[in-house]
């Protein structure tokens, strides 16, 4: 029997058009003798619309980009509402939820399909909370014991009543270098690098239109080493890339606008500083509790020394993007990643009920 897979894209967030490529690109992965595809778009008002089930490729994104018409409220998607209604329709199998940052990848949408009793591509809602609010997870990591810079963080209205108190606290903790972020965004919005008081000023300013919390991290030069992690119990490591920014830092139009970035795979590093990444993605992995697949970025210094920058829970997953070329050069073919990430959510909602 096929599998029914709910792609749910779009979203309200600054991500909506990647996630468009993305949905893309795994319809055209799927094996559609495999799958029944059933496309949810979310579009950028927040709106769910149910598109019709596609039963071969699709072109181009537009003809996903659904209107109006077939709105849909997320709770209709709830097995129990299928049963109850005994409609001839079978509930979804799995959805798979190929959205970024708030609204996504946050462990909003996750508690929703918890509720709904739906398996679920990738992270729960723990790891997604925890793995999108910065400071949080650097916490988390802290009381791990893994190696990462050292930052302080702020409220909004801290800051307000104490401006220079709080610059005071970051030259003294951190030091110039540092980099001001906002504490729950992705994609390189609203951070800045500060390397005195006034871009120091202006940096929290900016963060703080994006978040009520900022973080400020210690500035380190570093190469920038990423590694894929896939699994649930027992969680498997990708090979190692790099990725170089052409720019000062990887900010978000390296990311998505200037395709500058070069992306090298496996990165070129030493057997112990591959050795020491892979241990420490795995730890990080089980702290946050993750499951399905994470994405772990990591700063290797000059003296060999690797410091845990972030984890992504729904790392970019176009066929272009990091995480599936690093499984690639790993021995996962894209269709294949995408089939053991729907098994492995078949897997965890199995063990739950
Ligand atoms: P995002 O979640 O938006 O990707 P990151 O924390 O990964 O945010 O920061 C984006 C980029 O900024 C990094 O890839 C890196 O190039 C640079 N950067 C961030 N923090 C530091 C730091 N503490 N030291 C040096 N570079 C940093
Ligand atoms: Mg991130
Ligand atoms: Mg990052």
Redesign the pocket.
Known sequence: MKTKLGLLYGGKSAEHKVSLQTALAVIRALDHEKFEIHPIYINVEGQWIKGPQLTGPVENVTALEFSQGNQLSPLSLAPALFQAEKQEQQPLDVIFPLLHGPNGEDGTVQGLLELLNLPYVGNGVLASAAGMD?VMMKNVFAQAGLSQ?N?VAFIKSEWEMAKEAAYAEVEQVLGY???V?PAN?????G?S?CTNRTELDAAFGEAFQFDRKVII??????R?IEVGVLGNDAPECSVAGE?V?KKD????KA?YEDGETALIIPADISVEDYGQIKEMAIRAFKALDCSGLVRA?F?LTKDGKALI??V?TMPGFTPFSMFPLLWKHTGVEYPQLIERLVNLAKERHAEKQ
Do not use: H, M, R, T
């Open positions: 910065k810079v930052y270098p540092c980099f972020k965004l992705g994609s390189s919005v951070i690098k991290e210690e500035g380190v030069v570093a920038e990725i920014p830092f990887y900010d978000y990311k970025d700063f920058n972030e992504n």
